[in-house]
């Protein structure tokens, strides 16, 4: 039956990216839809963007072995969308408007007149994705191999062929149309799940008390975390949300600037109701095991599986499971889509060249990053994991100052931008490979992440005040769209 | 200058998150105030980011205001009350909605309460405050002007 469900999902999707490649005329289609998109795709597209496959398996998970202090990553999906709304969503729309700009590096190139800053916003964005990419092929590979036993090496090349398929053909107008059938997948398989945590013990109360009776330290406000680490999570997702370029590129995309309107409450309210699968099988497979309903897992990212398998009817599992690869599939494409974008388009525009055929560059750009993502995440070992951990961090500390900063404050300078986004470049890559190869840790409670995004933040600020003359070297219409 | 209003929010919680974590790298590791002043640091930054992002020159905030000051009493109370409240979760707890008074804090007051406020609280103030027809037209004349030859 999982097999099944999955097949055709995987068929919907073949569907929708044949009609999508027959739209996908411009390399305006191919990275930004065409700017045509509706609030209800631009909502369920950013959802599926901002949970990958790990909302589904290594979240519960992580519940599942810290307890509280893992919902803190997902916390603030309550602020997260409208914080986004009022800082990014018009001015990011407008200047769509206005320059027809279709990368979050273009933004910043307009917003300082820089292609230097472009560039290297560029450049971190590729860095990032192609880690972020490979751990997700990799999980694709996992759940490709679990349903259909290929093998997790055949499980990586079928998963990487399927999504590479649509991508390939339709950018990221299949993406986002895909994005909205997975996104509403997702959405209603976690609603179900929710509806069979809370059939056991009596519900979320009876969980709880099964948990305070055998592991109290599970159910404080922090987990088994420290406070300051707890809330570190909480800092680094919820300002970092503002620097996903594979999320807020999407604003570009939508046809009617004044439908914005309702963003935050369907992108929020999507949001919820997916997390709901998160804390409940979390919290229910805990409660189980300590009830010894359930044996103890082998793996903490056997939670989702364990749960799916004793306590759901087979075809919602096939469904969950569907969730899982559309989750990965949804955040792989945009991520394509962004990468290919730096290549054929910021990092030439930085170095002075306009490459002509951007649509056909991008469809060869996409299929080489991905390649690439493939390779690493089939060989490299244990380095995909680690290029997977400073993705989120890299998009936070190099773009939030720049970007989401920077188009609200007039303040902000070209060589502020340019030195923030390479402080958050060094100091992501200095301090996460000092830390891989164990030659230096921060004290409990201290991310590089976070610490990346702080710095890069106070050297945003300082650098923009020392160098304040350049403030007013600003094109009229960029300032225009800053003040609207 | 007017965006410039929620600038100093931002920057002043940037350097609070700077501090609790500079403190942690104290001998002895982070003291007992590192904490708060992470969460007065999320508190300011996540208000100041909406100020600044919402901000327009000659408008005043309105009702958003409010959104604000509802965000960062949120946040400061329901984070500051899973620091200060005893730890009395265990067996025999009382329980508000299915969980541990301070966990509820936390879970209900700052994963929902701001997911069900702050999306109404946008759209409700939209056309004053963010975007409406008459903006959208000035941008399309500053688009034509910049193409016309």
């Known amino acids: 039956m999982i097999p099944l469900v999955l097949v055709l999902y995987f068929v919907i999707v073949a569907t929708i990216s044949v009609w999508a490649s027959r739209r996908t005329r411009t390399a305006r289609d191919f990275f930004v839809a065409g700017d045509g998109i509706g609030i209800w795709t631009l909502a369920i597209a950013a959802m599926t963007a901002t949970l990958t496959g790990f909302a589904f398996i290594g979240g519960p998970g992580l519940f599942y072995s810290l307890g509280l202090g893992a919902v803190f990553i997902v916390l603030p999906a309550s602020l997260t969308n409208s914080m986004a709304a009022w800082v990014l969503a018009k001015r990011m729309r407008l200047l769509a408007e206005l320059r027809g700009v279709i990368t979050v590096p273009d933004a910043i190139g307009a917003r300082y007149r820089s292609p230097t800053a472009q560039g290297l916003a560029a450049v971190a964005i590729l860095i990032a994705i192609i880690g972020y990419m490979g751990t997700n092929l990799l999980a694709l590979g996992i759940v490709v191999d679990a349903v259909f036993g290929t093998g997790f090496g055949w499980g990586v090349w079928l998963g990487t062929a399927t999504v590479l398929a649509y991508s390939v053909s339709g950018g990221i107008l299949a993406g986002v149309y895909t994005d909205l059938f997975q996104g509403s997948i997702k959405a209603l398989a976690s609603v179900l799940v929710f509806a069979y945590v809370l059939r056991l013990e009596g519900g979320v109360g009876g969980l709880s008390r099964v948990i305070l009776a055998h592991d109290p330290a599970f159910l404080t406000p922090w987990g088994k975390l420290t406070p300051l680490a707890a809330l570190s999570f909480f800092f680094v997702f919820g300002l970092g949300a503002l620097g996903q370029p594979h999320v807020i590129s999407k604003f570009y995309m939508l046809r009617n600037p004044l439908h914005l309107k309702w963003y935050p409450a369907l992108t929020t309210g999507a949001l919820m109701l997916t997390l709901l699968l998160y804390f409940g099988i979390g919290l229910a497979v805990k409660a189980e095991v300590a009830a010894g309903s359930l044996a103890p897992l082998l793996r903490a990212d056997d939670a989702t599986p364990q749960f799916l398998l004793h306590y759901t009817p087979v075809l919602l599992a096939g469904v969950v499971f569907a969730g899982v690869a559309a989750a990965i599939m949804g955040t792989v494409n945009a991520f394509m889509n962004v990468g290919a974008a730096a290549v054929v388009h910021d990092i030439p525009i930085a170095l002075g060249v306009r490459v002509s055929n951007e649509l056909y560059w991008g469809r060869v750009a996409t299929v080489v990053l991905t390649a690439i993502a493939a390779v690493v995440a089939r060989y490299s070992g244990s380095l995909v994991a680690f290029l997977g951990i400073f993705g989120w961090g890299l998009f936070a500390s190099t773009l939030v100052p720049a970007l989401a900063i920077g188009l609200n404050w007039p303040g902000a300078t070209r060589a502020g931008a340019i030195a923030s986004i390479l402080t958050g470049l060094a100091v992501t890559l200095t301090f996460e490979t000092a830390a891989y190869f164990k030659l230096y840790s921060f004290p409990a409670g201290v991310t590089v992440s976070g610490l990346s995004l702080v710095l890069s933040l106070l050297v945003f600020f300082a650098v923009s005040v020392l160098t304040r003359r350049q403030a007013a070297d600003v094109d009229p219409d960029i300032t225009l769209a800053m003040e609207v | ?149």
């Open chain 2, 1 to 149: 200058m007017a965006a410039r209003r929620g600038l100093a929010p931002v920057i002043a919680g940037t350097l609070a998150v700077g501090l609790a974590y500079g403190s942690a790298f104290l001998p002895g590791g982070a003291p007992r105030w590192a904490p708060w002043s992470m969460v007065a640091g999320i508190a300011l930054l996540c208000t100041g980011v909406m100020a600044l992002g919402a901000a327009r020159p000659g408008r005043r905030l309105g009702r958003m205001v409010w959104a604000l000051v509802f965000t960062f009493i949120v946040l400061v109370v329901c984070f500051g009350l899973a620091l200060v409240l005893p730890a009395t979760e265990g067996r025999g707890s009382r329980l508000v909605l299915g969980l541990p008074l301070r966990a509820a804090l936390v879970i209900y007051g700052i994963g929902w309460l701001p997911a069900l406020v702050l999306p109404a609280v946008y759209a409700r103030t939209f056309t004053q405050l963010t975007l409406d027809q008459a903006d959208l037209d000035r941008i399309r004349a500053a688009r034509r002007a910049r193409a016309a030859p």
